[in-house]
């Protein structure tokens, strides 16, 4: 077991003015893959906002275009 915590507040989210957890690009791009949820600092191009009070089934369909990220961190992001 380890004695690291599994988040890090300012590396992989922070809280943003109306006290909602914000996940980092970082901390996204660690996760390996797009979750559709509309996450503010999506890398994996995915922008569209889905409304939580609808069913996944019934939101409209994401087309993965995957010239928008392809897996490889440009050398001079900070992230």
Request: hydrophobic content about 25%.
């Amino acid at each position: 077991m380890t004695d690291s915590p599994l988040l890090v507040e300012g590396e992989d989210y922070y809280f943003n003015e109306e006290g909602l957890m914000v996940m980092s690009e970082s901390y996204l791009l660690k996760k390996g893959h797009c979750c559709q949820s509309g996450c503010k600092h999506c890398p994996y191009g995915y922008s569209q906002k889905v409304d939580p009070n609808v069913p996944g089934e019934l939101q409209p369909e994401w087309k993965d275009d995957s010239t928008v990220y392809d897996g490889e961190i440009p050398e001079d992001q900070d992230l």
